[in-house]
């Protein structure tokens, strides 16, 4: 009978938090103030027609909407993105992604191996196109 690799798993049931990656690649104080994020509140979603792991979603910043292509298919469904406050880059550069334009950034924080992933919300509703400082 061959014998099983020895686990990593501690005994407790939880593993070994991973080490956060350093800081790297620092920017100065003007080069930040550069970023224009927003509160932008999500109107519509659906799956991109052409990509496995994009949904589209329609944002309202509060002067405008816009369309934004956001790599979490998967792990959202467009049903739990409606009506969800994001944090935005409003100021990055309309981008083509997979036939479809995208408008925008949203935020999000994750595991590296996207095991745990969340997007980046406010801890209350506002107004949509509010500015994050």
Same mark, same amino acid.
């Given at each position: 009978?061959?014998?099983?690799?020895?686990?990593?798993?501690?005994?407790?049931?939880?593993?070994?938090?991973?080490?956060?990656?350093?800081?790297?690649?620092?920017?100065?104080?003007? $080069?930040?103030?550069?970023?224009?994020?927003?509160?932008?509140?999500?109107?519509?979603?659906?799956?991109?027609?052409?990509? $496995?792991?994009?949904?589209?979603?329609?944002? $309202?910043?509060? #002067?405008?909407?816009?369309?934004?292509?956001? *790599?979490?298919? *998967? %792990?959202?469904?467009?049903?739990? %993105?409606?009506?969800?406050?994001?944090?935005?880059?409003?100021?990055?550069?309309?981008?083509?992604? =997979? +036939?479809?334009?995208?408008?925008?950034?949203?935020?999000?924080? +994750? #595991?590296? $191996? =996207?095991? =745990?992933?969340?997007?980046?919300?406010?801890?209350?509703?506002?107004?949509?196109?509010?500015?994050? #400082?």
């Amino acid at each position: 009978m061959a014998s099983e690799p020895e686990s990593t798993t501690p005994k407790s049931g939880t593993t070994e938090p991973k080490a956060a990656e350093p800081v790297s690649n620092t920017i100065n104080f003007e $080069d930040f103030t550069k970023v224009d994020l927003r509160v932008g509140k999500v109107i519509e979603a659906y799956d991109h027609p052409n990509a $496995d792991k994009l949904l589209v979603l329609k944002v $309202d910043l509060g #002067s405008e909407q816009r369309q934004i292509c956001a *790599g979490v298919k *998967g %792990l959202y469904t467009p049903e739990e %993105l409606l009506g969800r406050n994001l944090i935005i880059v409003a100021n990055l550069a309309p981008r083509m992604m =997979r +036939g479809i334009e995208s408008q925008g950034m949203m935020l999000a924080a +994750g #595991s590296e $191996d =996207r095991s =745990r992933f969340v997007t980046l919300t406010t801890s209350e509703d506002i107004e949509p196109g509010s500015i994050v #400082s």
